[in-house]
């Protein structure tokens, strides 16, 4: 070994050993056993075993049980793969937030694939064992989440074929299908969300009925509306807007208001009781006053959570269309693209609106077409046209 001496690897009983401490051991990482000659695959395999522990140490990583996986398995391709992404990440100055990080379809197929063929040689797996997998995933699950296994399988597999764990032809997976699912196709109209709001006021949910009002107009995710802030405001003569960048990709947007749901804005802002820091979320619980005649104390009005927020939706939807109702807040984004699709708003236009990949050109047109509130506008213009359209529609199949 020369010079070099990488910690934690020791030459006892005749062949070498990458032997961690007991503070290691707590965090789970085992003893790792090489051979009697110490290649420099051995000597990479340890090393990047320390940078995982460094990693956990110093808190870059969440101090969670792991394992050490055999090498040239599934678990360690996976391990390599996610160490090179992070570092990829750090190269570029990026960080993932909390909401990116739970939506990441990695480590969510990792739980099915870490039990089935973590400690297996990639090369030993069968597409019988694959497709038993996914069937049983869609049997427990949903059919989204065994196609989102297998997805994520075949990127994981093309990553171990480039670090030589395996062929990249050779994917067992290629031997069966990996059908999408689907799509939602729910969609709510403007009169249905107009009561969902009325409702929501009346029954003192206010930062719910800004929410809603708001997640209609803007066409912006749950998470996205939840984290809008008053210095992300601007007001024009043409109505006010919102500045934001997406949560899921970081891509900018803008935000746009109608007068309807200004007026609702400014009312629940109004009604708070207490100033805003500029950075702070805007949209909060009912909170409570005082103490409740069944027990309890009182409480101040807390920014929205995303489990909070769908139970207090679920409420006021309950309440308006009744149990059986299952259309969620999510979907008046869909909701947005349909109008705006019936008033003749091309993809392009849509795209900017959501900032998304909507657009099969997306590329082209995020370099020579940034987003411009002209363009938002634009679209604003074609759900308004469209939105005349359904409800008409919807009036002569009711005649």
Same mark, same amino acid.
């Given at each position: ?11 006892? #009983? ?27 695959? +051995? ?73 089935? #063929? ?10 019988? +064992? ?29 990553? *171990?074929?480039? *670090?030589?764990? #395996? ?32 409702? &929501?006021?009346? &029954? ?28 992300? *405001? ?95 807040? &999510? ?69």
């Amino acid at each position: 070994m020369g010079s070099d001496k990488i910690r934690y690897l020791v030459f006892v #009983c005749g062949r070498w050993r990458w032997r961690p401490t007991a503070a290691m051991r707590r965090h789970g990482f085992r003893l790792l056993n090489f051979g009697p000659a110490l290649t420099a695959e +051995d000597k990479a395999h340890a090393i990047r075993l320390n940078e995982d522990w460094d990693r956990v140490r110093t808190g870059a990583e969440p101090s969670v049980k792991r394992k050490v996986w055999p090498r040239g398995s599934v678990g360690d391709g996976y391990e390599r793969a996610r160490g090179i992404r992070a570092k990829e990440r750090a190269a570029k100055g990026l960080a993932l937030t909390t909401e990116q990080e739970s939506r990441d379809d990695w480590p969510r197929a990792w739980k099915w694939l870490e039990t089935a #063929c973590g400690d297996l040689d990639p090369r030993t797996i069968s597409p019988e +064992d694959l497709l038993a997998l996914r069937t049983l995933v869609a049997q427990r699950v949903s059919e989204s989440e065994a196609h989102r296994l297998i997805k994520v399988w075949r990127a994981l597999w093309k990553k *171990m074929a480039a *670090m030589g764990y #395996c062929a990249r032809e050779a994917d067992p997976s290629l031997t069966f299908s990996n059908s999408a699912p689907a799509p939602r196709q729910a969609v709510w109209t403007a009169a249905e969300v107009r009561l969902l709001v009325r409702r &929501a006021w009346k &029954a003192g949910y206010r930062g719910l009925a800004a929410v809603m009002a708001v997640s209609w107009d803007t066409q912006l995710s749950p998470v996205d509306v939840r984290r809008l802030t008053l210095s992300q *405001m601007r007001r024009e003569e043409a109505g006010t807007l919102f500045l934001v960048a997406r949560a899921k990709t970081g891509r900018p947007a803008i935000a746009t208001l109608t007068r309807r749901s200004e007026r609702i804005l400014r009312a629940y802002l109004g009604g708070l009781g207490f100033d805003l820091l500029s950075d702070a979320p805007i949209f909060r619980t009912r909170g409570r006053a005082e103490s409740h005649a069944e027990g309890g104390r009182p409480w101040a009005p807390r920014p929205y959570t995303k489990d909070k927020l769908a139970t207090d939706f679920a409420v006021i939807r309950e309440e308006v269309f009744g149990k059986a109702e299952r259309r969620t807040l &999510a979907d008046f984004r869909r909701s947005g693209v349909v109008e705006a699709t019936a008033g003749g708003a091309g993809a392009e236009q849509i795209s900017a609106k959501m900032a998304n990949t909507l657009s099969a050109s997306n590329r082209l047109h995020r370099t020579y077409a940034p987003v411009e509130t002209a363009t938002v506008r634009q679209v604003d213009e074609a759900r308004r046209a469209g939105r005349a359209k359904i409800a008409n529609k919807d009036r002569t199949k009711v005649s």
